[in-house]
Nanobody, 115 residues
Framework: QVQLVESGGGLVQAGGSLRLSCVAS????????LGWYRQAPGKQRELVAG??????HYADSVKGRFTISKDIPKKTVYLQMNSLKSEDTAVYFC??????????WGQGTQVTVSS
């Protein structure tokens, strides 16, 4: 059973930055897809950024502001978030998919951007 643990959320002013971390209990090589999702109150969960087959991709709303990266020895996936806006306020979740198409989710971390 794989576990994902997110951290790094918090309260930040608009224009500020946060870095989210997602630590996996298994090697990063276990996964063929890694991603960060978010869910705002009353809205559906949406993909923010992902790494699929080694390539990063982003939602249009965060392109140029967010960066996803991974540290293989630390078994960690990061989401660097810059120039934060109030509409970025949400619970952010880490997701990892293994090579046999099993999905794992973290418990989520709250990001609140004050305007």
């Amino acid at each position: 059973q794989v576990q994902l643990v997110e951290s790094g959320g918090g309260l930040v002013q608009a224009g500020g930055s946060l870095r989210l971390s997602c630590v996996a209990s298994a090697s990063i090589f276990t996964f063929n897809r890694l991603g960060w999702y978010r869910q705002a109150p009353g809205k559906q969960r949406e993909l923010v950024a992902g790494i699929t087959n080694g390539l990063a991709h982003y939602a249009d709303s965060v392109k140029g502001r967010f960066t996803i990266s991974k540290d293989i020895p630390k078994k960690t996936v990061y989401l660097q978030m810059n120039s934060l806006k109030s509409e970025d306020t949400a619970v952010y979740f880490c997701r990892a998919r293994t090579w046999d198409d099993t999905d794992y989710w973290g418990q989520g971390t709250q990001v609140t951007v004050s305007s």
